[in-house]
């Protein structure tokens, strides 16, 4: 308890001190981007930490971590001093929704560390991984931190979210375990309110487009302040849908288990389901288990969720996907950088609709080149996707393209459509791009990636039934909104730009496809040809079976199309007051000077602008239906060799975008609706947001027990060490009190319980988990013969070679254990005559180097 309430302290009053600063930052958005300024805060504050600790001007401790403060509140205090009177009104105008946000807070970062309380274990999947980079970071005087797997480097990963993780546990004073729980938690609260305040931010700016409140301005030619606290309500929708809503196998499950579906021969008491044979999805092909009931019971069920989609090769043998959802990661309590980035994503997304609604307007020089942005619009948008990159590497493209498309779309809207956009993309795009990576230079000057390019993806395709088990809970809404769009709002959709875009795109992949296909022939003749021999074909035979499979499995891309192309349309349509009030504009700009801007917020809501959010919404939806149809045509290359990688970064992407459309569609459709079509919008979304809780409700239930944990609440992991293995965790605690060393431990396979010692230590052992080392640094060139050699220090009678394995690592601490007695035939005889044991506990012994 006293752990959550540092933490929130520390965030309420880090969100306070950056609100002014966000506040000059965020002119267009209605709430001046208070629900952003926990998130931003964190961001600023971590970065100038991280930047100076690299560069040797501060000290990776308290003192470098407050000196960083400093700096953050000093650029605060700037921004008060500027804004003060406006600030100042502004918060007294909006009580409702800041004690909204507040709220929303607290809530959503007690109801998740209460989970995790319930179950904090983190011995499974790659939570020891987070653990050892938490702990490692801790640890390192410097940076980049070293890397606890592997003595004598740094760690080669996306590691700023960690670093934020261990600023936050140095502050408030708890151990690794502990931070990781709570910033799973922290993550899923700063999501929920990031989420909300940009849902409420479209809200308001979305109703500009009915004829009554379309002037920007009232009869004596004054701003016009619009206060709309109802919005505020639909926004609650945004975290419901982004983190609370899940797919629908949870549904499948229940269904499932009451046999529905099934009968039951009574003579032969077998079991047959046509749907569940036909719907394909392992575990729920079986039959059910008797006796019959609604609660999910199968081992691991919640797990199902995560693979969705069933991918088979040619030949029919299964490949496992990985379709992961924001819920089903906090369920799991996995802190990796695909989580950690989720309140960054969504300051993206903010900075990308301020500049649409023309937040970021003025003037600026780069290289010689004008841009139509002011500097501090710019920095800011370069220091969050150099951020995104450094949190997770995968996110930095999307958020870019959302950022570049939505400063375009925001120029289109004031100078019309010309090869002058196009322009305007790359003047942005280029500095952008350079500045986000020169900002974060020291990173990647030791990152290796293991990504190596694009390869076509011919055999996989995803079923349309396994795209709506997946996507449904969102398309339903999504589509909802689209049809409503469609019939009853002004705007004239741009149809023939929406099918040249939506059917050229998915023809653009598909060539693409042919041309690396037909390249891997030449370029990779050898290999190429392997993997057709592996299938009994040629080329040709292999692309007709290929292009059949596609054919036969065409409704996902069909539904993906039905998305795309609308959206599209819509993006690029206009109405007659849009295009009136522009003319308008352009004679006042010709008469009025330009240097101020037509966009402010003031006092309690949005000074009305001529542009709706509409476009900027269904930028949402093309790009995260871009995201889910890539995976359909290509996938990036890694060490997995097929797509399982690809889905997952771009899907758990994609539900990000949709879900703020999903909740943005829902809230403007209950705004608008009246009489029999309100009625039964509310039914279809009520039904549809009940089977999307069903996953949340059942899964927590079944991780946590019933909320009754065998050994009570805790956030603290090492608890369950101390009780599965005291002699372990009594070393560790040892090991911790005396001088940093590194040690030698036993080195065995990935998502296990070696490289423990380090993991909760963060000292450098010789080898943790060599797959994942292999991973992160693109091959195990590295790896040499460690764990041959630490094999041979433990079973070795030799003191001679032994002591040369030694030296060869600077080995300081020899830990045995259990599994390193369970595992390996250890010789002790040498080590007790020549080392000194510095701890002996039961079976565990520790030897010190001299």
């Given at each position: 308890m006293t752990e959550f309430?540092?933490?929130?302290?520390?965030?309420?009053?880090?969100?306070?001190?950056?609100?002014?600063?966000?506040?000059?930052?965020?002119?267009?958005?209605?709430?001046r981007g208070y629900t952003l300024a926990r998130t931003a805060g964190l961001l600023i504050w971590g970065y100038i930490f991280w930047l100076f600790v690299s560069f040797g001007f501060a000290r990776n401790d308290l003192g470098g971590i407050i000196f960083a403060l400093a700096i953050l509140i000093a650029l605060s205090i700037w921004s008060l001093v500027t804004h003060h009177s406006s600030l100042v009104t502004f918060l007294r105008s909006n009580i409702a929704l800041i004690i909204t946000t507040e709220l929303l807070f607290l809530i959503a970062f007690a109801f998740l560390a209460f989970v995790r309380s319930a179950n904090p274990e983190l011995a499974s999947t790659e939570k020891p991984m987070e653990l050892m980079f938490i702990n490692s970071i801790?640890?390192?005087?410097?940076?980049?931190?070293?890397?606890?797997?592997?003595?004598?480097?740094?760690?080669?990963?996306?590691?700023?979210?960690?670093?934020?993780?261990?600023?936050?546990?140095?502050?408030?004073?708890?151990?690794?375990?502990?931070?990781?729980?709570?910033?799973?938690?922290?993550?899923?609260?700063?999501?929920?309110?990031?989420?909300?305040?940009?849902?409420?931010?479209?809200?308001?700016?979305?109703?500009?487009?009915?004829?009554?409140?379309?002037?920007?301005?009232?009869?004596?030619?004054?701003?016009?302040?619009?206060?709309?606290?109802?919005?505020?309500?639909?926004?609650l929708l945004a975290p419901l849908f982004l983190l609370l809503v899940s797919n629908f196998e949870a549904l499948l499950e229940v269904l499932h288990r009451a046999g529905i579906g099934w009968v039951k021969n009574p003579d032969t008491q077998v079991w047959t389901g046509p749907f569940w044979t036909w719907l394909d999805m392992k575990e729920l092909s079986q039959p059910p288990i008797e006796p019959l009931g609604w609660e999910p019971n199968r081992y691991l069920w919640w797990w199902r969720a995560s693979r969705v989609i069933q991918d088979y090769d040619i030949n029919g043998g299964f490949r496992e996907a990985i379709d992961e959802f924001p819920f089903f990661s906090f369920l799991l309590g996995d802190l990796h950088p695909h989580v950690l980035a989720i309140p960054f994503s969504l300051l993206a997304v903010s900075v990308a609709l301020n500049i649409f609604l023309g937040g970021s307007r003025g003037k600026m020089n780069i290289f010689g080149a004008r841009l139509d942005i002011n500097p501090a619009g710019f920095f800011f948008a370069a220091l969050v996707l150099g951020g995104l990159a450094f949190l997770n590497t995968w996110d930095i493209l999307i958020a870019a393209a959302l950022i570049v498309s939505a400063f375009v779309l925001w120029r289109a809207s004031e100078d019309g459509w010309s090869w002058s956009r196009l322009e305007d993309l790359f003047l942005l795009a280029l500095p952008l791009g350079i500045f986000s990576l020169l900002l974060y230079f020291p990173f990647y000057l030791g990152f290796s990636s293991q990504a190596g390019g694009i390869l076509p993806n011919f055999m996989y395709v995803t079923r349309g039934m396994h795209l709506w088990v997946m996507w449904g809970t969102l398309l339903i809404p999504i589509f909802a909104f689209l049809l409503y769009t469609w019939i009853k709002e002004p705007p004239r959709p741009n149809w023939k730009l929406g099918f040249t875009i939506g059917l050229g795109l998915p023809l653009i992949l598909f060539l693409l496809t042919i041309l690396l296909g037909a390249l891997g022939l030449v370029v990779e003749k050898d290999y190429v040809n392997a993997i057709l021999a592996s299938y009994n074909m040629i080329p040709s035979q292999f692309f007709i079976a290929t292009s059949q499979r596609r054919l036969e499995h065409i409704g996902s891309l069909v539904t993906l199309l039905a998305v795309l192309i609308p959206a599209v349309a819509f993006m690029f349509s206009r109405n007659e007051e849009q295009v009136t009030s522009n003319e308008k504009q352009e004679t006042s700009n010709e008469e009025t000077p330009t240097s101020e801007p037509t966009s402010l917020v003031t006092q309690n809501s949005l000074l009305v602008t001529n542009y709706s959010s509409l476009p900027f919404v269904f930028l949402l939806l093309t790009l995260g239906a871009l995201l889910v149809l890539a995976p359909e045509f290509v996938y990036l290359r890694d060490q997995f060799g097929y797509r399982i990688n690809t889905i997952f970064k771009f899907y758990y992407q994609a539900w990000m975008l949709w879900s703020l459309v999903a909740a943005f569609g829902v809230g403007y459709l209950l705004q608008r609706l009246r009489g029999f079509a309100d009625v039964i919008v509310r039914v279809l979304i009520g039904?549809?947001?009940?089977?999307?809780?069903?996953?949340?409700?059942?899964?927590?239930?079944?991780k946590t027990n019933n909320f009754k944990p065998a050994f009570g609440f805790n956030l603290d992991d090492f608890a369950r060490v101390q009780r599965e293995n005291a002699d372990d965790a009594a070393g560790i605690e040892f090991l911790l009190t005396q001088p940093e060393g590194v040690i030698a431990e036993a080195i065995g396979g990935s998502y296990s319980y070696y490289g423990r010692i380090a993991t909760y230590t963060g000292y450098p052992t010789v080898m943790g988990w060599p797959g994942h080392e292999s991973q992160w640094r693109g091959g195990n060139e590295l790896h040499g013969s460690r764990q041959q050699d630490i094999e041979a220090l433990y079973s070795t009678a030799r003191w001679d070679e032994a002591k040369a394995i030694i030296e060869h690592y600077n080995i300081r601490y020899i830990f045995i254990g259990n599994l390193e007695r369970t595992t390996m035939r250890v010789n002790e005889e040498k080590f007790s005559m020549y080392l000194t044991p510095v701890f002996q506990q039961g079976s565990t012994i520790i030897y010190k180097v001299p």
């Amino acid at each position: 308890m006293t752990e959550f309430l540092s933490w929130y302290l520390i965030l309420t009053l880090l969100g306070w001190l950056t609100f002014p600063l966000v506040y000059h930052l965020f002119p267009a958005l209605s709430d001046r981007g208070y629900t952003l300024a926990r998130t931003a805060g964190l961001l600023i504050w971590g970065y100038i930490f991280w930047l100076f600790v690299s560069f040797g001007f501060a000290r990776n401790d308290l003192g470098g971590i407050i000196f960083a403060l400093a700096i953050l509140i000093a650029l605060s205090i700037w921004s008060l001093v500027t804004h003060h009177s406006s600030l100042v009104t502004f918060l007294r105008s909006n009580i409702a929704l800041i004690i909204t946000t507040e709220l929303l807070f607290l809530i959503a970062f007690a109801f998740l560390a209460f989970v995790r309380s319930a179950n904090p274990e983190l011995a499974s999947t790659e939570k020891p991984m987070e653990l050892m980079f938490i702990n490692s970071i801790l640890r390192s005087e410097t940076f980049p931190p070293q890397d606890a797997w592997l003595s004598g480097y740094a760690i080669s990963y996306y590691y700023f979210g960690y670093v934020l993780t261990a600023m936050l546990a140095r502050l408030s004073e708890v151990n690794g375990s502990i931070a990781h729980n709570l910033m799973t938690s922290l993550i899923f609260a700063l999501g929920a309110v990031g989420s909300f305040g940009i849902v409420y931010n479209l809200l308001i700016s979305s109703r500009f487009t009915h004829q009554s409140e379309a002037s920007p301005r009232d009869a004596s030619d004054q701003p016009r302040i619009v206060n709309r606290k109802s919005e505020i309500v639909n926004a609650l929708l945004a975290p419901l849908f982004l983190l609370l809503v899940s797919n629908f196998e949870a549904l499948l499950e229940v269904l499932h288990r009451a046999g529905i579906g099934w009968v039951k021969n009574p003579d032969t008491q077998v079991w047959t389901g046509p749907f569940w044979t036909w719907l394909d999805m392992k575990e729920l092909s079986q039959p059910p288990i008797e006796p019959l009931g609604w609660e999910p019971n199968r081992y691991l069920w919640w797990w199902r969720a995560s693979r969705v989609i069933q991918d088979y090769d040619i030949n029919g043998g299964f490949r496992e996907a990985i379709d992961e959802f924001p819920f089903f990661s906090f369920l799991l309590g996995d802190l990796h950088p695909h989580v950690l980035a989720i309140p960054f994503s969504l300051l993206a997304v903010s900075v990308a609709l301020n500049i649409f609604l023309g937040g970021s307007r003025g003037k600026m020089n780069i290289f010689g080149a004008r841009l139509d942005i002011n500097p501090a619009g710019f920095f800011f948008a370069a220091l969050v996707l150099g951020g995104l990159a450094f949190l997770n590497t995968w996110d930095i493209l999307i958020a870019a393209a959302l950022i570049v498309s939505a400063f375009v779309l925001w120029r289109a809207s004031e100078d019309g459509w010309s090869w002058s956009r196009l322009e305007d993309l790359f003047l942005l795009a280029l500095p952008l791009g350079i500045f986000s990576l020169l900002l974060y230079f020291p990173f990647y000057l030791g990152f290796s990636s293991q990504a190596g390019g694009i390869l076509p993806n011919f055999m996989y395709v995803t079923r349309g039934m396994h795209l709506w088990v997946m996507w449904g809970t969102l398309l339903i809404p999504i589509f909802a909104f689209l049809l409503y769009t469609w019939i009853k709002e002004p705007p004239r959709p741009n149809w023939k730009l929406g099918f040249t875009i939506g059917l050229g795109l998915p023809l653009i992949l598909f060539l693409l496809t042919i041309l690396l296909g037909a390249l891997g022939l030449v370029v990779e003749k050898d290999y190429v040809n392997a993997i057709l021999a592996s299938y009994n074909m040629i080329p040709s035979q292999f692309f007709i079976a290929t292009s059949q499979r596609r054919l036969e499995h065409i409704g996902s891309l069909v539904t993906l199309l039905a998305v795309l192309i609308p959206a599209v349309a819509f993006m690029f349509s206009r109405n007659e007051e849009q295009v009136t009030s522009n003319e308008k504009q352009e004679t006042s700009n010709e008469e009025t000077p330009t240097s101020e801007p037509t966009s402010l917020v003031t006092q309690n809501s949005l000074l009305v602008t001529n542009y709706s959010s509409l476009p900027f919404v269904f930028l949402l939806l093309t790009l995260g239906a871009l995201l889910v149809l890539a995976p359909e045509f290509v996938y990036l290359r890694d060490q997995f060799g097929y797509r399982i990688n690809t889905i997952f970064k771009f899907y758990y992407q994609a539900w990000m975008l949709w879900s703020l459309v999903a909740a943005f569609g829902v809230g403007y459709l209950l705004q608008r609706l009246r009489g029999f079509a309100d009625v039964i919008v509310r039914v279809l979304i009520g039904v549809v947001i009940f089977c999307g809780l069903l996953y949340p409700v059942f899964g927590v239930m079944t991780k946590t027990n019933n909320f009754k944990p065998a050994f009570g609440f805790n956030l603290d992991d090492f608890a369950r060490v101390q009780r599965e293995n005291a002699d372990d965790a009594a070393g560790i605690e040892f090991l911790l009190t005396q001088p940093e060393g590194v040690i030698a431990e036993a080195i065995g396979g990935s998502y296990s319980y070696y490289g423990r010692i380090a993991t909760y230590t963060g000292y450098p052992t010789v080898m943790g988990w060599p797959g994942h080392e292999s991973q992160w640094r693109g091959g195990n060139e590295l790896h040499g013969s460690r764990q041959q050699d630490i094999e041979a220090l433990y079973s070795t009678a030799r003191w001679d070679e032994a002591k040369a394995i030694i030296e060869h690592y600077n080995i300081r601490y020899i830990f045995i254990g259990n599994l390193e007695r369970t595992t390996m035939r250890v010789n002790e005889e040498k080590f007790s005559m020549y080392l000194t044991p510095v701890f002996q506990q039961g079976s565990t012994i520790i030897y010190k180097v001299p």
